[in-house]
């Protein structure tokens, strides 16, 4: 029989629970990244409808539906632009309520495993780097130097 997560008290093997903490860290990161485009297009969102508040509502305006550019007044897209965004906002107190759950998942399996993050060989390379005053850059020289 196949061991599931929690059923048994035998601990798993080392490159399982690897396995599944990869894929914990892998999905919060996904989260973090559908957030932060949510975010992204609350703030487009705003700068549309701080762009249209001052102007006449019988005005004629352009909206993009499902791909179609559509002609409308901006009293009719104004209410639907601001809907979209309380929809969007909600969405991302969701998706942050979940990625807590899952955060808080992730800290018990990495108590109950006993999981500590190294670094690899490179991070700590970089870091005694910096620790000794070494520094790499890019020297130019003056403009008209060439000649």
């Not at 969102?45 to 409308?72: F, K, T, W």
């Not at 899952?102 to 990495?110: G, P």
């Not at 190294?118 to 870091?127: G, V």
């Amino acid at each position: 029989m196949a061991k599931v997560e929690g059923d048994s008290k035998e601990p798993m093997n080392e490159q399982a629970v690897a396995n599944i903490y990869g894929a914990m860290r892998t999905e919060i990161n996904q989260i973090y990244s559908k957030i932060t485009e949510l975010e992204m297009e609350v703030s487009e969102h705003s700068l549309v409808i701080n762009a249209i508040q001052p102007l006449d509502p019988s005005r004629r305006c352009y909206r993009m539906i499902g791909g179609v550019l559509v002609e409308r007044t901006i009293k009719e897209v104004s209410p639907a632009v601001q809907r979209n965004k309380e929809g969007i906002e909600e969405v991302i107190a969701r998706l942050n309520e979940a990625l807590e759950k899952k955060k808080r998942e992730m800290a018990e399996f990495e108590a109950k495993y006993k999981i500590r993050i190294r670094k690899n060989d490179s991070e700590m390379k970089d870091e005694s780097g910096k620790k000794e005053g070494n520094a790499q850059g890019v020297l130019v020289g003056p403009a008209g130097a060439n000649e």
